[in-house]
T-cell receptor, first 117, second 112 residues
């Protein structure tokens, strides 16, 4: 079965500084990869996704992520964070069709991002 | 227009009660899901439905039952609620290929 590891439970970054959130996955083939953001008391919003092709993907709100097959990683980056980026960030893996259906997503445990003024 | 909507947003109820959470999607997706987010914010899939067929049934208590009256709805029924059921429940939908799941805003269930 696939699994997702987000090694950092909390990260504190100063406003305007760059950000990198780590995500590693375990799966026998190339999965579909996602980053979601959850603001306090809110639902999950898709930031970006990787299915195939260019390994550097651009998302909303100035975020990008790079798929590195050799490292089984899909780290999320932003060159300059804003106070409004403070939220919980989830990396997720999907393995696509299986027997005609969809298997849903497997999530990491999340990284809580704190922005210092 | 809201893509995936769930009601209610908050639900406080006593132990032993039976409750339902409703979910509707207007995206024309063929698969809908329920996820549970526990107090540590860990998200785990509970169920998925594709064309009215249950595809995944994780090891959740049989007090939880998904019901899909049509392709656009997947409701979650919970019988004999327990304190440990307190969590945020998220509905989601996607097209089966490729997966691109859209989530609802969540329902915060508190059992007292």
């Amino acid at each position: 079965a696939q699994s997702v590891t987000q090694p950092d439970i909390h990260i504190t970054v100063s406003e305007g500084a760059s950000l990198e959130l780590r995500c590693n996955y375990s799966y026998g083939a190339t999965p579909y990869l996602f980053w979601y953001v959850q603001s306090p008391g809110q639902g999950l919003q898709l930031l970006l996704k990787y299915f195939s092709g260019d390994t550097l993907v651009q998302g909303i709100k100035g975020f990008e992520a790079e798929f590195k097959r050799s490292q089984s990683s899909f780290n999320l980056r932003k060159p300059s964070v804003h106070w409004s980026d403070a939220a919980e960030y989830f990396c997720a893996v999907g393995i696509g069709n299986s027997g005609g259906g969809a298997d849903g997503l497997t999530f990491g445990k999340g990284t809580h991002l704190i922005i210092q003024p | 227009d809201t893509a995936v909507s769930q009601t209610p947003k908050y639900l406080v109820t006593q132990m032993g009660n039976d409750k339902s959470i409703k979910c509707e999607q207007n995206l024309g997706h063929d698969t809908m899901y329920w996820y549970k987010q526990d107090s540590k914010k860990f998200l785990k899939i509970m169920f998925s439905y594709n064309n009215k067929e249950l595809i995944i049934n994780e090891t959740v208590p049989n007090r939880f039952s998904p019901k899909s009256p049509d392709k656009a709805h997947l409701n979650l029924h919970i019988n004999s609620l327990e304190l440990g059921d307190s969590a945020v429940y998220f509905c989601a939908s996607s097209q089966s290929s490729p997966i691109l799941a859209f989530f609802g805003q969540g329902t915060r269930l508190t059992v007292v």
